[in-house]
């Protein structure tokens, strides 16, 4: 008889989503002439740029003649594209090898699948609060026990709270762990690591053997010119650090689907000399994936043209400005924010110390605007709130403008 995966039942019951809709729902019902306005999607909404829409084009007419058709691509991503990555790098002054480069279908699947080639043993430190793709990923693979229901952490992870004390931005762990999971600019906090603090972690993942897995899906939100946006702005982090990237929040490819991983030749594990864990990385790629759709890599080349580059920090111009509105509208009534600068998240501190969950009700309730409760996110979260600059700007004006008129503090 076959036998399932029970680490699947250790999975806290993908609880957020739904039951913001569950809440959501309920409330339109009972009030069906409320107007909901949305503060809480991760989700990008203004349309393509012109270059990157000519390049997509461009890949659909390739398809057209038979001189210019492709099938499978190269199975770790279109040379060119690799290539364009690289220099895209090198102008932030950081050296990546075209060959260290994996195109991918995305940073969620790249994040969930990079711990398949670590083995089942290793102690994996996580931020709290956290994406959830890290966590969850992990529990599935059975490097955790169960959920302890009343801390909600689970056991075996080593937890990093990231608090207002830290700047929600953790120190490196007490003991040592294996496997550790850092995501700069943040979902959900919006904070950003500094080079200091990144080279902490750089220093202490050498000094252990551990490696870190560094999600810089929001690097191009950046525009501090001292925050990094890659990891390998830091000396030696090629020894131990795997960068994953996307274009989703880069250049509106949620849907379009196109992002790249970075395994570095001379990164290597406890037991792996250099080398290994690369060709490792590409062994698993080849046997479960088979290449990033031609059409899209074509899109991804489009953006890192100078042109497509303009237009992409455009569009970031824009969801930035959207930060600044929500930030600006939330200070003037008083309440305590954090990020929004360089990230397109807004980390909320709940009024009056209310829980996150209550706090979403309230807002719900007295502005019909809907955002997401930070407890959602880890235990860390709780008594935090995440609003997100995704959005249209009549929209994000009017969810601010009711909030700054309706919320009772
Ligand atoms: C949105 C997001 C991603 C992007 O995932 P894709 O699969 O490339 O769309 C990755 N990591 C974090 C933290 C995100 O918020």
Sequence with gaps: MATINRNYRKLAAG????????????????????????????????????????????????????????GYGDEQGNGELRAALSAFYARGGVTVNPDDIFVSDGAKPDSSNIQSIFGVDNVVAIQDPAYPVYVDSNVISGRTGEMDEASGRYDRFVYMPCSEENGFFPAVPDGKVDLIYLCSPNNPTGAVATHDQLAQFVQYARNVGAVIIFDASYSEYISDPD????????????????????????????????????????????????????????????????????????????????????????????????AHIIREGLQSIGL???????????????????????????LLNETWVIGTPGS??????????????????????????????????
Aim: net charge negative; charged share 25%.
């Design 15 to 70: 609880y957020l989503f739904p039951e913001i809709g569950r809440r959501t729902r309920a409330f339109q019902q009972a009030n069906p002439e409320a107007v909901m306005r949305r503060l809480g999607i991760g989700n990008t909404t203004e349309a393509l740029s012109p270059t990157v829409i000519a390049g997509l084009e461009r890949g659909v007419r390739k398809l057209a003649d038979v001189r210019t058709y492709t």
């Design 227 to 322: 925050l990094p946006k890659s990891i390998y702005e830091i000396e030696g982090a090629d020894t131990c650090a795997i960068e994953i990237n996307s274009f989703s929040k880069f250049a509106g490819f949620t849907g379009v689907r196109l992002g790249w991983t970075i395994v570095p030749e001379a990164l290597a594990a406890e037991d792996s000399l250099p080398g290994e864990i690369r060709r490792m990385w590409l062994r698993r790629q080849t046997t479960f994936f088979n290449g990033a759709s031609n059409i899209v890599q074509e899109g991804g080349l489009a953006v890192l043209s100078d042109e497509g580059l303009r237009e992409c920090h455009q569009m970031i111009d824009y969801y930035m400005e959207n």
């Design 336 to 362: 305590t924010v954090y990020g929004g600068d360089n990230a397109p998240y807004l980390w909320l501190k709940t009024p009056n110390g209310m829980s996150s969950w209550d706090f979403f009700d309230k």
């Design 376 to 409: 959602g996110f880890g235990p860390a979260g709780e008594g935090f709130f995440r609003l997100s600059a995704f959005g249209h700007r009549e929209d994000v004006e009017a969810a601010v403008a009711s909030i700054v008129e309706r919320l009772q503090l």
